[in-house]
């Protein structure tokens, strides 16, 4: 069976499934962690506060660094390696986490978990900016957002259960990436051209494709001396079919300047209201740790959901795309702030995940366009994950910062202001979306709707 991939021609569905199998590992890194953490000091002796602290945050932190260098080694000829490289280091860190003895021993498998799942992410999304484009590139983008979404509500409860039986086998989950190992060698029948490699090996270096009315891509093809060393700031498309306009665009180092701004930017805050949820949902109301379990289940549910059917959405809902996904994150936070039931928290949640998961995949997609090289996708969707984690880990920081601004009392910091800032901070971005709709940033490239 071959799959279309926008540029006139196809793949075989295996080496489909291969990318997408990279997307299952992603979101996982912390989660075992979950249910044996209010454990953890009878599990261990003499264990500190700093040190579970250490065993949550450091995953996160560790993958920052190995997905910029997973982005910059995504300019070389050892693409496949690389993804080796990461999928080998996670599936061992999941195995050794079965043989651990002390919390020291957890920490410093979750470091090489870290370093593992940075060298990974980045191909994630990168490899679909590679193979497809136009419309089948979006569709792709939000096959891969929906199965990293779902594999993080099914791992939740499985980890969940596994914690009951013993504090071990929640770390079982870590092992799944041995998908994409098993699946290797179909990353081997990516088109040498795909991977912007000549037929010897050698890196080729060509202007990023404009989405094209028919929905396939087209791109300026390489020179001669484009297959021996990169240009150094090749000349882009003006404009595209939805008349997002690159004239006057500052090109840095490959990327346009003020596109990859704004886009990050952006994705921070979205990353960032989704995330609140997950911080604070335990502290609103007195829910017990496993509703908060449930409704923060049903973001990512929601996600999965809107992932896997996102080309009709937007069919549906077209150049005002982006406006109906910054409101369903408003009605959502707005729900959580001031509707005191835990069955409209789940509707609540559902709000949010179906606004986010409309919006990731569209962000996935615009990362490959804030680039001037097809090169460059790749390290921009490291930019993107970048953007991801510094959000994630901000977001106590950042309520921290206003409660004390606004001299908010301690006990209401981390139960109803969370949720009242986020929809004051969504109210603002909402507005900006409505009169920036037609521009990059919230903008919907036309032929993916028509």
Excluded at 186 to 205: A, C
Excluded at 244 to 256: D, E
Aim: aromatic share 14%; with cysteine; glycine share 8%.
């Amino acid at each position: 069976m071959q799959i279309q991939t926008g540029k006139g021609g196809t793949i075989p569905v295996m080496v489909v499934i291969a990318i997408w199998s990279l997307s299952i590992g992603i979101n996982l890194p912390g989660l075992a962690v979950t249910p044996i953490e209010g454990d953890l000091h009878s599990i261990f002796n003499k264990v500190s506060d700093f040190q579970v602290q250490l065993l949550t945050v450091l995953p996160n932190l560790v993958i920052i660094p190995f997905v910029l260098l997973s982005g910059r080694l995504s300019m070389t000829p050892h693409k496949i390696p690389v993804i080796a490289a990461g999928v080998i280091i996670y599936v061992v860190s999941g195995i050794l986490y079965l043989f651990s003895k002390t919390l020291d021993d957890l920490i410093w498998i979750s470091c090489l978990l870290g370093a593992g799942c940075g060298l990974m992410l980045p191909f994630t999304t990168g490899l679909i900016a590679d193979v497809f484009a136009g419309k089948y590139k979006l569709k792709q983008m939000g096959i891969v957002s929906a199965i990293g979404n779902i594999a993080l509500v099914v791992a939740t409860f499985i980890v969940g259960f596994l914690a009951n039986v013993n504090w071990h086998l929640p770390f079982l989950v870590y092992i799944l990436p041995v998908i994409s190992l098993i699946l290797l060698p179909w990353f081997n029948k990516i088109p040498k051209s795909d991977m912007n490699l000549d037929e010897d090996g050698n890196p080729v270096t060509q202007p990023a494709a404009a989405p094209a009315a028919s929905g396939v891509a087209t791109a300026a093809p390489a020179t001669a001396q484009a297959t021996t060393a990169p240009a150094t700031e090749p000349v882009a498309p003006k404009e595209d079919d939805a008349d997002f306009s690159t004239a006057n665009q500052k090109i840095v180092g490959g990327f346009y300047l003020g596109r990859t701004i704004w886009t990050l930017l952006a994705y921070f805050f979205f990353v960032y209201a989704t995330s609140v949820p997950a911080y604070y949902l335990p502290n609103l109301h007195g829910i017990s740790a496993e509703k908060a379990s449930i409704i923060t289940s049903a973001i990512y549910f929601a996600m999965f959901i809107i992932g896997i059917s996102l080309n009709n959405v937007l069919r549906v809902f077209k150049a005002f795309s982006f406006i109906v996904s910054g409101g369903l994150l408003l009605g959502g936070f707005i729900m959580f702030s001031f509707v005191h039931a835990e069955g409209w928290f789940i509707v609540a949640a559902a709000l949010v995940g179906f606004g986010q998961g409309m919006a990731q995949p569209i962000f996935f997609d615009k990362a490959t366009e804030i680039c001037v090289n097809t090169s460059h996708a790749t390290l921009s969707m490291a930019y993107l994950q970048v953007a991801n984690y510094i959000a994630i880990a901000i977001v106590p920081v950042i309520v921290g910062f206003f409660a004390l601004i606004f001299k908010v009392d301690k006990a209401e910091a981390t139960t109803h202001f969370p949720f009242i800032l986020n929809m004051i901070f969504m109210a603002i971005v909402f507005f900006f979306i409505i009169i920036r709709y037609k521009h990059f940033t919230f903008g919907i490239h036309k032929q993916y709707y028509s």
